[in-house]
């Protein structure tokens, strides 16, 4: 039998309905993946929002809460999910500890100091990790939601990811709503607005510091626990996540926690997209590229003002 046009045969229609399913199924990773990245920017977006500040060590904390996430499972058998709080409360403990540490003596010096400060603090984490865990790759192959998928019609997607992206998203509207209906969460608020205006509202500014900065902690330590199931672990493991926070949180708008978790998921689902079209050497072109264009059309972010 013949055919007037191509688009006519049968083998044409199935291979137009498998590079449907192709692209639905690529999509629903970029989305799962946006909501990680979404979770690792919020944290990053509240120190930068409240002290205007940028922490290259951002990424070192995910990558010390995947460390811990790991040892936690060979040296006691704790699957990530179970030490979650762990970690959590690790880098939150991290995170304070930075502030009173080095961020406190540096908050008000002249120009780059503060980001050499979080950079040079980066190296150090970054090759004490190596010098103590070797670069060697490590992986948690044997928890609770690895291995195991979940099929959606023509979709199949990890457990681990679904679990990954569930508890981003729940911790990502936990933040949101403690930055809006607690007492504390308003005083970062007010800092955020007016450091002086808060200090003669009777706010002490250097608590509500090391808060936002243990909070920032705790929301990338989350993070790498949940990111430990599916991604390699190793000492630079953390580093391109920093970078892609960096890009969220500028897509989205300085200190804006709605515009974290919309730019997460425009970056997971251009690197998605991008690998599939392009190929995977041109995804994060295509993440830096759409960046580029928003800041040509909103310099402040998506959701800046």
């Known amino acids: 039998m013949k055919y007037r046009r191509a688009e006519d045969s049968p083998l044409f229609t199935k291979l137009k309905g498998e590079e449907h399913m192709i692209i639905a199924q690529i999509i629903a990773n970029g989305i799962l ?41 060979s040296l006691f058998a704790m699957d990530p999910l179970i030490a979650l709080p762990i970690c959590t409360i690790l880098i939150f403990v991290i995170g304070v500890l930075t502030y009173l540490g080095i961020i406190r ?13 979080t950079f040079g603090l980066s190296m150090f984490l970054k090759n004490l990790a190596q010098f103590l865990w070797t670069p060697n790759f490590r992986y948690i192959n044997n928890s609770m939601v690895s291995g195991k998928t979940i099929e959606l019609g023509s979709i199949v997607i990890g457990v681990s990811q679904v679990v990954a992206a569930v508890a981003s998203i729940i911790l990502t509207v936990a933040v949101m ?8 969460g308003k005083a970062i608020q007010a800092t955020a607005l007016n450091k002086n205006t808060a200090l003669l509202m009777g706010i002490n500014t250097k608590k509500i510091y090391a808060i936002t900065f243990g909070l920032s902690g705790a929301c990338v330590g989350a993070a790498g626990a949940l990111m430990a199931t599916f991604f390699p672990i190793y000492p630079a493991s953390g580093a391109l996540y920093s970078v892609l926070a960096f890009v969220s949180v500028a897509m989205g708008g300085f200190g804006n926690i709605k515009g974290a978790l919309f730019g997460g998921l425009i970056i997971g689902l251009a690197e998605a997209l ?29 959701f800046g003002w």
């Open 33 to 73: 993946m946006g909501f990680i990245y979404a979770l690792v920017s919020v944290g990053l977006t509240l120190i930068w929002g409240v002290m205007d500040i940028i922490n290259f060590a951002h990424g070192e904390f995910l990558m010390i809460s995947m460390y811990t996430a790991f040892w936690m499972f």
């Open 105 to 117: 003596r540096v908050i008000n010096a002249p120009g780059l100091t503060a980001l050499l400060a």
């Open 177 to 184: 709503l403690f930055i809006d209906r607690t007492r504390t």
């Open 274 to 302: 991008g690998g599939y079209m392009l190929g995977t050497q041109f995804k994060y072109a295509i993440v830096f590229l759409i960046y580029l264009i928003v800041i040509q059309v909103r310099p402040k972010g998506l």
